[in-house]
């Protein structure tokens, strides 16, 4: 089923498999099994773990087929992890925590927020403009835990409104690379401060370019 495969190419489905995929242009559904070949994983350290019990069934907002809503509907099983010593969730490779969108869709609205405004975006795909801000915050801490700052040498400064009322946030780029190396509340001189002490003297020292495109701190 030429569906099917759509969904299955966008989610990630290690240790999963999609049992069937219901509805019509008002919306499609596509429910999640495990794949029996596979022992589920804990939640918490991804180890390997024993089966307990099964919790109620989640609903997870994903990108949208030729503009028609997908879901997908899946119920998580405990498991009793010896390397923790205790019971968790297991782990599922599509969703972040206890997030109800997945991490597909979270990619997707945070790369458009980079050439439209979060409002467009959140009509784009018909959700609410929280929905795109905890995607756009999503992907910032997800590539912050990720981030490798050897051979930075320049950087841009920019401020971005996330809400209403002045809310600022100060990103810093890397220009060479084109990523995001760090973000802070606000756009005061204590921001770019904790910025620059984050960055620590020999970083700070091989930098050899700055632009920053702020108001007056």
């Not at 980079?114 to 995607?135: D, E, I, N, S």
Request: charged fraction near 25%.
């Amino acid at each position: 089923m030429l569906v099917e495969s759509l969904v299955k190419a966008t989610v990630e489905l290690q240790g999963f498999r999609i049992m069937s995929v219901t509805g019509d242009t008002a919306g499609l559904v596509a429910t999640i099994g495990p794949d029996g070949r596979f022992a589920p994983r804990c939640g918490q350290c991804r180890e390997r773990a024993a089966y307990r019990d099964m919790r109620p069934t989640r609903r997870f907002r994903h990108v949208p087929v030729w503009g028609i809503p997908v879901e997908l509907r899946y119920a998580p099983r405990r498991v009793s992890c010896p390397r923790c010593e205790a019971v968790h969730v297991e782990a599922m490779p599509w969703v972040s925590g206890k997030q109800r969108m997945t991490r597909a869709l979270m990619v997707t609205l945070a790369t458009w927020t980079r050439v439209l405004p979060w409002k467009q975006v959140a009509r784009l795909f018909r959700c609410a403009w929280g929905t795109v801000a905890t995607a756009v915050d999503e992907a910032v801490a997800y590539g912050l835990a990720h981030r490798d700052l050897e051979g930075l040498t320049h950087i841009g400064i920019d401020e971005i409104s996330r809400k209403r009322g002045h809310v600022y946030v100060t990103n810093v780029y890397d220009l060479e690379l084109k990523r995001l190396v760090w973000s802070g509340e606000g756009r005061s001189r204590e921001t770019l401060e904790a910025f620059f002490e984050f960055l620590g003297p020999e970083r700070t020292a091989a930098l050899e370019g700055i632009c920053c495109d702020m108001w007056q701190p």
